[in-house]
């Protein structure tokens, strides 16, 4: 899988999660200060993440993951 693929279904993982329009939605977009996550949506975004991927997430190094762009990179480096 490319990282545009894990891209893709990153960002709409974020919009169906976040209640958020995925056009909305940029790789520097920040999940509590530009797309308005709170701390239970974290954690609900990590486990729609490790569902979509098919993974299982080291909770507390997700949770330190603030940008689009460090979710799609952190997950590449799960799925390789």
Known sequence: ???????????????????VNEDSISD????????????L???ELVA????????EM????ALEVQTVSDAVEFISQYIK
């Open 28 to 39: 520097n977009s920040n999940f509590i200060f530009d797309l308005g996550a709170d701390s």
């Open 58 to 61: 080291e909770e507390d190094k």
């Open 1 to 19: 899988m490319d990282n545009n693929e894990v891209q893709n279904r990153v960002k709409k993982v974020i919009a169906k999660v976040l209640k």
């Open 48 to 55: 729609a993440f490790e569902e979509e991927f098919q993974i």
């Open 41 to 43: 949506q974290s954690v």
